[in-house]
Nanobody, 121 residues
Framework: VQLQAFGGGLVQAGGSLRLSCAVS????????MGWFRRAPGKEREFVAT????????LHADSVKGRFTISRDNAKNMVYLQMIDLKPDDTAVYYC???????????????WGQGTLVTVSS
């Protein structure tokens, strides 16, 4: 499976962005999908994940109530809607695919190239 994330950009604090991840390859609906981010000088961290059929989601405590993950299997797309963005959300955001549902980086065997989100104060 191949993943391509896009939709990042520069936004002011309090603003919104929607990230998208195009999923290509065979049997895309086999995979649970996740979003991760890496801020400058920090480790990659979990943001959100969604199950194969979209019935289950998990969000990191730091983004709960502000970020929402969703997917459209018919369009082979995964989304991360972000509102009330904060400067601490500045990071490169990656989409990833896993065969096991969960938040651990080690579960995800397929990664996109990342898209940069910069939140100015």
């Amino acid at each position: 499976v191949q993943l391509q994330a896009f939709g990042g950009g520069l936004v002011q604090a309090g603003g919104s962005l929607r990230l998208s991840c195009a999923v290509s390859g065979r049997a895309n609906s086999r995979y649970h999908m996740g979003w991760f981010r890496r801020a400058p000088g920090k480790e990659r961290e979990f943001v959100a994940t969604i199950s194969r059929n979209g019935g289950s989601t998990l969000h990191a405590d730091s983004v709960k109530g502000r970020f929402t993950i969703s997917r459209d299997n018919a369009k082979n797309m995964v989304y991360l809607q972000m509102i009330d963005l904060k400067p601490d959300d500045t990071a490169v955001y990656y989409c990833a695919a896993a065969l096991t549902f969960g938040s651990s980086v080690s579960l995800y065997g397929y990664w996109g190239q990342g898209t940069l989100v910069t939140v100015s104060s």
